[in-house]
Every structure is written in structure tokens, then in C-alpha cells.
């Protein structure tokens, strides 16, 4: 069992949504996948607060956004998927015990989708999450703002979430933050974090037993 | 009680969204009402078609992109309203029953908005169907291309069946189809056809009992 | 995988529930099953709309009694078939996720079971419905008037849309609808109508690719 | 809170359920109606019997049956009603949270309605249980064979326990049966039986405080 | 098929859940598992007495009571098992369609967990029930203050039923009820009581076709 | 709206749970209630995992034993409650649409119950959370094992988030986390946390506006 966490981002190109599909469903391991909200769910959200929306229809909101993702990499599945999104971890670990793909987006208000893939990964005893983000792996600086800014390869949960709270890493909030990776830790469930604008790290990954961008040690 | 459609190009614009709130926040009577699915439906539907996914997956997700948009328009509707888009007429029938605005998207495959909006309308007792369109009235040709075609006023389900058969009117699928219609007519609901873009036309029709745009009588 | 409508006529006979059962049975493919109202259903729309019942409850009354039928043919197909009638278009695509068959009434107020039917073909990916109807195929004139009205062989849905929107063939809503045949040409669906009666007329389709009523193309 | 049981004969005749509903909807108390499945539910458990369902599906066709009648009063109620038959005694009790009248049939195999009955009138809180029955009242043996029989006024509970255990009394299965009147005793609810071919025996009991059949004492 | 019931009182012992957990395990046949509600439902219904709750409450507490062990077995029995307690008859049937093995606790006020037990049974289709109790077998007369009271190999249901209505056997509410025995019956269902204490008990009566407790013929 | 959490160790007193029931009834504003799971969870989790279960079940069923407590706190709060345990946050609000109490034990594996609370009280609109927690209020150090720490009446979120990072606080896992600090400061929620042994307290911060434990503030 393997859970993949697919960035948001991603689904704003459908040809790379159709290379994941592809990839995917040569898999042969049984897959949890997660899905981000991306644009349409920030663009939603925007809408919703310049509207005077409260914080619980804010998330209520950008989960829905992550099914509308959640729908199109089902859609694009084929047969051999849970024909639906599902909306609560008992739907995820129910629905594998008889389906070898299921494909879940946002859970619950105050979550990000970092979290519920850290918490699908847990319920349905994953081996790993391999986390195809905006960002080809963990850097020790903002690499956006600094060139010199370098990936580490391996780096411990532990560090990433004080790397997190020292809010020296803007802009890895979908990334990772301080509870998924407390529940990886208890679970004792590595993460990669892979690039997400190249669909066959994670083959690297699964394949090769390689490490394209970073690797996040449950410890 | 009164159903309200309002056109998906509507959650286009935050702005528009936070009018009508305002308007339908200021309606005494009970209110069901219809979101569509808009240029966000459209969006992903182009992206699933793009994968390759099946028409009833194609519904489905124009019908998740619906149901984005009665999220946007739930969480701008304050208190008074039912927390959350219904997911069938059951739900629009069992939550008026405490609540008095309701709001809900598309329902099944194979089903316009517009006709979810007469299913409704019906299912409620609803006294007329105010559908605030894409455009501001039925014409007799295609005001995008003749610029001589004229607003009609008034005019009967049965003669709007007739030209939507006839396919004279290109693009009017969303603003009624013939089940639509017929649903309309066996449950005698008048359906006023106001432009979506001005919200104001909508207490037109509530407050002075204008005609502002065109009223399908059931006959 | 198969869509088989069952004409809710076929309920009124207990004998004849038990023999499709036993062809049921016995196909090997997957089978989505749809079952009308019937007898049961008519006497109770009668008795809800002798107490006015609006159309909304007379619908789901059907709906209900279609429900029923589905329960006894669901009794009858023994444990390889889903435990109970399906009541969404999601539920059935779910269930024949790891039940090879499943059973399904009606859906949705405003909507026929022969809809029912082409819906649940598009979705579940059928390659054929075979229509058991109340009648043994399609003719060009009322049968039960014109004693030269002649069987049609092969027709086109697009054509059959005609007979049907021009009144000339009473009593065939049952049969198809508009509705049901767009749905049918837009997914690419042949439907077979066959007499309902003759329970084996559905294996001469299956097994010996005769077309004992009427052939529907999807054009 | 009253607690009403409508013998499933009663939905043979519209003409009774429509006198019915004009009674029910008179009446200013919260109401919980139990309906029982009559003649259709006869019809189909035995159509299903001699196909060879096995007891839950018998039971499970029972209960079908008597939502079926159950839908036929909701739609006869009105708008104070709520919109559709309770499927689960938490679904009776939370919907009469903020509607004053709830229809419920079965609930469970190996459970007559009467038992049902009981349950949904403890579950409510209900002051006393009216069940209009098939016949008018208890009897010290059955009327349809002894001419002599004698209706018994009032009656304890465990003593019509005793009578029922002994089997003298054929076909009163209906009417109550052994853990039914269990229920009852535990809760403390009165049961008065009236004749349910007449409506206004309903309305005897409740506004003139008078016992036109047999009230069976919670003792 | 075979069903399985758990006294309540085996989950006071992780180390006897263990055991319980491990041996199921093992056993090839499809299997529907009843947990009874133990010491943590005498608590709680106790605590809710003392507060006043009425029979209804009482009971879901205790069905949620029982849920509650259910969980507990369904954590120790691992991937092979529908991955949370069924909640109706129909969820247990449903599940059984792809998963070996359900859990499923109470289902409804005024039912004892042995009755829930009988009507599992008949719904999967058990060749037959084994209800592993808080006793060793049926006595007849209450070993616990009559040293001289003999364990009956084998009792006739309709026998055992008239042991439990004439109160000779205090305390044995939990182990059969009157309405259990007339299921059991009705289905033709045998039925093995041995000592939940002693989990090989319920291997000896599948693997070697003893009868180390009481076994109760259908009759 | 208020949100009142109440600590799982209140519930193990039924004299404790009925004047709370008592003073929650007498309060006329409308409540979210959120019951924590106690000694009833922690004898299950630590049952379950001595068997071995995963960290999914061992929240799965602190949830379930949080529900049992929620049962109970239902039970004794009469008519003017929702009848069940909610069980999602969705429910939670819609239920608060006719009810003015609404009770709920744990949501999601991965949650405390003070990160229920805090959503909860997001979702609802709360003007304030009330924790009735298992000591009295925030200290400066551990009081089981500093007899000079000395509670501090007003602290900041941030604060606070700061003094449970450093560990300085054992135990006070259940009083409060850092994710549920961050969703009182994003909704600017403040906390009361009062001595959950001592009911009166809760009366104090909302008749006389007193604070007898500590006040955190969101900031």
C-alpha cells in the first residue's frame, strides 16, 4: 500500500493530470491518492472571503475544490478506481478493501491536504507517502529569494517541523506542516517529496528505490 | 415559497454573488435556489474530455462544480440559510422544512441545471421560477448574430419547446430545455427569464410584479 | 457489461420474476438491471392523486413501488447479485464494483425508468440495454389500433424521437422517451427492445446475437 | 406526543386514507403515524415466498410494502408533515425535532409493525398508542368463529400476553403481539385498540377521552 | 457462512479479545460476528438510569456500548475484516459481498444482542449460530444457586423457550430470548452455547463437530 | 452561541453529568457541547493497542468511547437537544439550525478533542469556548509536581502554543494543542478553562462574567 499526495497544482494541466492517470494506474501496489485544491480552490476562497465568509466556510470551500480535482484523476482512472471521491478516512479504508485505487481530496475544516494525506497514509497502513509537490524537495532557504538556497536530501520529520515553525520556509505550508508530519512520526511512515511538474520521479521513486528530491524520515 | 435559478456565469464575479446575497437576504418568502455550474464547469468538464472520461463522469463533475458554486453563495447567505448545498430533492424538501433558503446545484447526470431548477421548483410548491439567465429574455432569433431579433416578452412553454426543437436559438440549452418545460407546464410553475447580470430585476419581478426580461407561462 | 430494463408489467407475475431470474442467472457478464413500476405503481399515483398529492409525491410513489419490484427480483437472484436495490446512479457504479450484478427502481421524480435505464447504461460503461417491454418491439402504428401497423426491425433513436414527439404511438412513454434516447446517442448505446413476456427473447440477444423485437441504433 | 398505528388494510381504500389525513391534520399534538404494509405487503411476501426468498428478504419486502403506504399518507398530510417515511427510529425522533407529524413503516426484519409501533412510541415519549386495527377491539375469542365471542374493554397488558401465547386468538398477530406489549409495559404507554375502518374512532379518544375498542393497561 | 456471538464480558479481558481475535483468524468460512455490550453498558446504562434517561436512551447507549467492543474486535482482527461495526442488518449483508468477515454490536432499542444475533444470522445465511456466552451451556435450573442443576446437551428451541417464560433461569436474558428462539426457528438455524471463557470451544464445535456447551435445535 | 467543552474524566460521575445537564438546560443561549472521552477511552485504546492495533484504530475508537459520553450528556439534557451525538462538524451546524443543544464527542483520528472544541466552536460561531477541563486552569509550571506553580488568569494563544512546545507542561495535551490554539486565534475565539469537577464555574464566566480559571486570549 502506498499513498501519493498530488499538489493542487497539478490539476491546472490537464495533460500532466492525464500523464499521472497513465502512471499511476501501471502501479500495481494498492494506492491512496490524495488531491490538493490548487487554484480553483484559492480562486473560490478569495471569492468567499471578499464576500465576508467565515473560516469554516473558507476550508469548507477549498475542500470542495480539492474533490472537483479529486473527481478529474478518478475520471481519468478508468475501471479500476473507487468510482467517487471519498469524503471521510472510513469511506478511504472501506473503500480499499475492495478497490486497488481510491482517490481522496479535503477532509475537514482547519486540515490541510498535507495533513489528510499524512492521516490516509496511517489509515490504510501505507509502506510510504510520496508527496509530488510545487517544489522539487526540502531546501535549507526560501529558493525562491536565494540562489544559494540547497535541497537537502534526507532530512528528519523532527527538523522539518522546527525548519516549519521557525516560518524560515514561506510558502511550504502545502508542503508539509507540524501535525502531518506528527502523525508520520507515530506511524513511522516516510515521506518523499518529489516534483510534482515531473510525474516520473514517481516512478523514480517507487521503480528505483531513488530519491529525486527530498526524503522526510518519520523520526 | 419561490425557487430562484441563478446562471453559473454569476459566480464569476464575487461581486455579483455578494448582490444577489444581499437581495435574496432580503426576501421574506422561503427560497429555493439553483446554482449552475459556469465557466468553472466548463473548465474541468474541457479537462476530463481532454483525459478521455465518459459522459457520466463529464456530469458529475460539472455537477461538483455546481455544487462549488452553492457553497460560495451558502457561505454568503449568513444564518438563514440551509449550512450546506443539497444533494437531492429530498434534502430540498426536508431542510425547507426548517430553514427558509435552501441552495443546491446540479443533481444527476444526463440533467441541465435548468431543469434541476423546475424539479425544484416543483418539489417545493414553489408559486413561479425566477431564473436569473445569461442572457436578460427569450428572443425570437439569435441576438448574438441578428441584430434585429426581438426580446418576447411573454410566451408559452409549449411555443418555447417548439423553438428550442427547432434549434433556432443556439446557446439556450442553459436557459431551459424541453424537459424543463414540460416539468414546468405539468405543475403549472411560471418561470420569469431575468437578466442574471443585473440583480436588481430580480425584486422586479418579487416587489412590483414586473416583467423585466420574459415570462414562460406553464400552458 | 450489460443494461437489462425489465417492463414493470413482468411483476405482476410472480411465475415470470422467477424465470428471469434464472436467465439472469445465468449470463456471465455483468448485469445492471432496471425495473419499472408497473401495476403497483399506477394503483398507488391513482390513490395519491384521488387524495392530491402533488406531482412531486406521485413521482416518488412510483419511484417507491419501482423500489419494490427491485427488492423481489433482488430476492430472487440469490447472493451473487447486490443485497438491495440500488437508489443512486453512484451506488449502482459502486456496487458493481464487486458484485456483478445490481438492481435499480427509479431515481428521481420527473424522469421515466426507461431514462433510469439509458442512465444507468451510460454510467456503468454498458455496451448494450436490452429493453424487456410491455410490448414486443417497435411499431410504426398503434398495434392495439391498427391491425396493419407493421414492426420496425431497425430504427434510428433519432428517428424514434420523432414517432414519439409526433403522438403517434400512445402508450409508448414506457418504452422510450426523448430524454432516454439522447442519452443513449450521446454515449453510443444500442438499445434492443424485445417482448417482455418471452423471457428468453433476452438470451437470443445475448446468445445468438438475434434481434427478435426492434434494434435501436444510437444515430 | 401521541402515537397513532394505521393498520395496513386502511391503504386498500384512498377514500379511508384521505379521511385520515383530514383527522391527523387536525389534530394539534405531535404525532408519530406507524404504518403496516396490508394487502401489497401481503401480495409481494407471498410472490416472493414462491420464488424462494429466504426470511429477511420476506421481511425486508414486508417493510418496502409499508413505506410504500407510508409515502401514500406523507404526500395525503400535507405540509406539516415531515417529507418522507422515517427509516430508523433516530431518524423518527430527530425529524420530530421541528416537524409535528412523522410517518413511519417497518424497520427491521423478524418485526411486526406492531412492534414497531411500540418502539417509535417509547422512542417519542409518546403519552399513549392508538392503533387502529383490522378489527375493533380484543376479543375473548376470535369473533370470526365464535358468535359469542365478547370484546373486552380493557385489558392488562400481560394478560393479553397470556392470550396471545395460548394462540387462541388466530390473526391477531397484527394487532400486538408479545413484545410489542414488553415495550409497552416497560414504558409505560396505553394502548388503546380502535376499529380502523372507522376514522372517527381516532378522535373518540383523544378528544372525548372515550374507549370505543379496548385499552390495554401497561401493567 | 457461520455467525458468531461474543459475550459482552470477554472484552472486560484484552488477553481473551486476543485469543478471540487470533482465532477467528483462522477459520476459512465467511463469518458475521455479534459483540455484546458487557460491563461497559451495564456502566453506562446504570449512569443514565441515575439521571433519568428513559428506555429508549438506555438502550442506544447500550447499543453504543456494544459498538464500542466491536471496534475493539475489529482492530484486533486485521486487514481481512469489513474495517469498522455494521450498523444494520443491511450494512452486514452488504459488507459480506466483498469482506470475510463483519462485526456488528446492537441495532436497535428493545432487541437484546442475542436477538440482533439470530436476525444476522438469518439475513447472511449461517448454517449456523455459535454463542459463545457468559455460561457454559443451558442448565436446567440456575447452576448459580442450585449446585445439582445439569447442563442439557441438547434442547429444542420451542423447549428452551418455554424455560425462559416461566423465569426458571434468571439471568439468562443474555444468552436467548424468546424472539431470538422464534428466528432461529423460523430459519432453521441450530444454535451452539459454549463458554465465551474458553475460545477453543468455538473451534471444536467447527473443526471437530462437538459440542462441548448446549446446542439448541430449531424446532 | 457558546461552545462548552466538557473534560472525559467529568463523565465518570453520573452525579457530576447530571448537574451539568442541569446547568446547560438552565442557560438560554444556544450550545455546541463537546464531550471528551476520559477513563472509558483510555481503557479501550490501552486494551487495543496491547492487541496490536494501529494508531487509526486506537483513534478510531477514543472517538467511539468519546460518542459513548456523548450519549450519556444527551440523555440526561431532555427534549430541548439534537437526539444523538452529532458526528461531523456539517452535522453539527445544520443540527444547530432547529435545535438550541447540540452535543459531540471526537471527529477525526489525528484530533484531540480540544481541536474538536476549538472547530466546533469555529464552525458554530461561538463567541467563546468554555473548557471545563481536568485542572483548574493554566500554571506556570507542572502544580502534580511544583508546589509553587502558580496559575496564570490571562494568557496569550501564542503564548500558551509556546509553553506546550517546550514540554515545560506534561499532561496538558488534553487542555489544549497547538493546532487548536491556531484555530482559536484565526477565528479570534477566546478560551475560558475552568475546573471541570467544579459545574458552577461554567455559570460564573457566562452569568457574572468572572473568570475562575485562566482566560486565553486569541492572540
Redesign the interface.
Known amino acids: 500500500m502506498i499513498a501519493v499526495k498530488l499538489s493542487g497544482r497539478i490539476?491546472d494541466d490537464?495533460?500532466l493530470?492525464?500523464e499521472y492517470?497513465t502512471i499511476l494506474s501501471s502501479i500495481e501496489e494498492s494506492l491512496a491518492i490524495i488531491t490538493g485544491g490548487g487554484s480553483?480552490a484559492r480562486r473560490?476562497i478569495?471569492?468567499?472571503r471578499?464576500?465576508?465568509?467565515?473560516?469554516?466556510?473558507?476550508d469548507?470551500?477549498g475542500i470542495?475544490?480539492s474533490?472537483?480535482n479529486a473527481?478529474?484523476l478518478?475520471?481519468?482512472l478508468g475501471?479500476d478506481v473507487?468510482?467517487?471521491p471519498a469524503t471521510s478516512?472510513?469511506e478511504v479504508?472501506?473503500a480499499l478493501?475492495?478497490?486497488r485505487r481510491v482517490v481522496v481530496g479535503g477532509?475537514?475544516?482547519?486540515q490541510s491536504t498535507a495533513?489528510v494525506a499524512?492521516?490516509v497514509a496511517?489509515?490504510v497502513?501505507a509502506r510510504m507517502l510520496i508527496n509530488c509537490a510545487n517544489i522539487d524537495g526540502v531546501y535549507d532557504d526560501d529558493p525562491s529569494k536565494n540562489p544559494n538556497a540547497r535541497k537537502i536530501p534526507i532530512v528528519k520529520a523532527s527538523q522539518l517541523a522546527a525548519m516549519l515553525?521557525s516560518n524560515a520556509l514561506p510558502g511550504t505550508y502545502e508542503l508539509a506542516d507540524?501535525?502531518s508530519l506528527?502523525?508520520l512520526r507515530?506511524?513511522k511512515i516516510p515521506m518523499y517529496i518529489v516534483d510534482g511538474r515531473t510525474p516520473n520521479h514517481l516512478l523514480k521513486v517507487l521503480r528505483e528505490g531513488a530519491n529525486p528530491g527530498s526524503l522526510v524520515l518519520p523520526e
Open positions: 490539476f490537464p495533460a493530470v492525464r492517470a480553483t473560490y478569495e471569492a468567499a471578499s464576500i465576508g465568509a467565515n473560516n469554516y466556510f473558507l469548507m470551500i470542495e475544490a474533490r472537483l473527481w478529474l478518478v475520471a481519468a475501471p473507487y468510482p467517487r478516512l472510513e479504508v472501506t478493501g475492495y478497490k477532509l475537514q475544516p482547519g495533513t499524512a492521516l496511517e489509515a497502513g515553525r507540524v501535525w506528527e502523525v507515530r506511524s
